[in-house]
């Protein structure tokens, strides 16, 4: 039994934020960002939530591919900017999408959480539990930024992607690989929660996300291309296989180096960082989504993803599509 991805969906937030329009509220330029991230702009929410973009990507994944609501089983969402402690965004979801039926959580594995939650759908549909399953990447991450740091705020957006994935008797999730440094998780963190009991005071700096930039490059570079060689050796393909590398949008110069080690055209890498930044859990869905709906994605090809970030996490798959 095979675990394919059958449809995709996806939704910004309707504001659209250019370098430019961040020149004016901070000291940067479109020069320093486009040219060292290949970022030009990101969407902002305004009026949007993490629960109301998950929601509006389900219903076009759902839409995408015609299942009904009843017909999912799980519910997926990774996030590390969930609108609440609790209910879970996933719940939310379901309830919204009227998916009663389905069991839903929302997992935290940063930029990797979309590929996270994939694997454990396929761990879930490969038991038979499970026939449908529906994984969501969304994330606001512009009020956990700290807008004052302009080395990290200018890199990231808001946004929710989505698919279904459904146990087929065809081939499609050919292999995978995670993996986790957690001794490392500390140069890419962010604590949200203040605990203002009477005992304690938590300082306000920490409240945001912060960032070594350089630290994270240098895993980023080292660990993405390695995870990837695993993963399509253990599908029993060789690197040239692949006809997509649907990489987690951190940054231009990571996938032209990530292109450079395996030794593959840039091409192969298709972008939607230079028009929405780096949206951690969503970027790989919205990516998927977007090749999906320009019609990239063709039956029989061999896509790899890759998801990588905060934990710091990592995750690859290669399907047959
Ligand atoms: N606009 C203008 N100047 C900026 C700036 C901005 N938005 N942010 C930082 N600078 C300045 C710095 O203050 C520094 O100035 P100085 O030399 O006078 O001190 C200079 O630019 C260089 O800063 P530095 O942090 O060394 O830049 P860098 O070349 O390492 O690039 C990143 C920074 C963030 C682009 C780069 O480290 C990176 O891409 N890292 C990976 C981050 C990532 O992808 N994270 C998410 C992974 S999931």
Request: overall charge negative; proline content about 3%.
């Amino acid at each position: 039994m095979g675990t394919r991805i059958i449809g995709t969906g996806s939704c910004l937030p309707k504001t659209v934020v250019t370098n430019d329009d961040l020149a004016k509220i901070m000291d940067t330029s479109d020069e320093w960002i486009s040219s060292r991230t290949g970022i030009r702009e990101r969407h902002l929410a305004k009026e949007e939530t993490t629960t109301s973009m998950s929601v509006e990507a389900a219903r076009r994944a759902i839409e995408n591919v015609g299942v009904t609501a009843q017909e999912i089983d799980l519910i997926i969402v990774g996030t590390v900017s969930a609108d609440h402690v609790t209910p879970a965004c996933a719940c939310e979801v379901q309830a919204e999408i009227g998916a009663y039926r389905a069991v839903a959580f929302d997992i935290n594995a940063a930029c990797s959480g979309f590929m996270f939650a994939l694997n454990i759908a396929n761990a879930y549909l490969q038991t038979g539990a499970y026939r449908t399953a529906l994984i969501i990447g969304a994330e606001t991450l512009s009020k956990i930024m700290d807008w004052s740091d302009r080395s990290t705020c200018v890199l990231f957006g808001d946004g929710a992607g989505a698919a279904v994935v459904r146990a087929d008797e065809r081939e499609g999730l050919l292999a995978f690989d995670q993996g986790t440094d957690g001794v490392k998780g500390r140069v890419l963190a962010c604590q949200n929660r203040s605990n203002n009991n009477p005992l304690v005071k938590t300082p306000t700096e920490l409240q945001y996300v912060h960032m070594d930039g350089q630290e994270v490059y240098r895993f980023a570079v080292t660990q993405v291309p390695a995870s990837l060689q695993k993963t399509i050796e253990a599908a029993g393909l060789a690197v040239g296989d692949i006809d997509y590398f649907a990489l987690h949008q951190a940054n231009l110069r990571i996938l032209q180096a990530v292109a450079k080690r395996l030794k593959v055209p840039e091409d192969r890498f298709p972008i939607s960082l230079d028009h929405c930044g780096n949206i951690s859990a969503a970027s790989v869905p919205i990516l998927l989504d977007e090749m999906n709906r320009k019609g990239l994605l063709k039956p029989g090809m061999k896509i790899a993803l890759s998801g990588f970030g905060g934990g710091l996490t990592w995750a690859s798959a290669v399907f047959q599509w």
